[in-house]
């Protein structure tokens, strides 16, 4: 079974921060069995991938959106990957999801091969 759950997301002035956490409960396997990746929607929009954290290598994988200002990183006392948002702007503004496709490693940024999904967090920049 797998259960994720994003939560962080608010309302965010142009230039500043916000964490991201997705609290994951995997069962059967290790938090660190499973890659998390994180997405984002706004409506009309396709699922788009932001950040995933390959736990095979470490190695982070982020779109060119967001390169530089986004960091994925984890906690695995805590079963939780985060995404710290630095120096967001406007078109940042989206749900943001955290998925997961039961796999050490990131397979890229289409939201079709991941399986599992937590329910979203709204997160809104102000210019």
């Known amino acids: 079974d797998v259960q994720l759950q994003a939560s962080g997301g608010g309302l965010v002035q142009s230039g500043g921060s916000l964490r991201l956490s997705c609290a994951a409960e995997?069962?059967?396997?290790?938090?660190?069995?499973?890659?998390i990746a994180w997405f984002r929607q706004t409506p009309g929009k396709e699922r788009e991938g932001v950040a995933c954290?390959?736990?095979?290598?470490?190695?982070?994988h982020y779109a060119d959106s967001v390169k530089g200002r986004f960091i994925a990183s984890r906690d695995n006392a805590k079963h939780t990957e985060y995404l710290q948002m630095n120096n967001v702007k406007p078109e940042d503004t989206a749900v943001y999801y955290c998925?997961?496709?039961?796999?050490?490693?990131?397979?890229?940024?289409?939201?079709?091969?991941?399986?599992?999904w937590g329910q979203g967090t709204q997160v809104t920049v102000s210019s």
């Open positions: 995997f069962t059967g396997v290790f938090f660190n069995d499973y890659v």
């Open positions: 954290h390959s736990t095979s290598d470490g190695i982070k």
């Open positions: 998925a997961t496709h039961q796999s050490r490693f990131c397979s890229g940024f289409d939201p079709t091969t991941y399986l599992f």
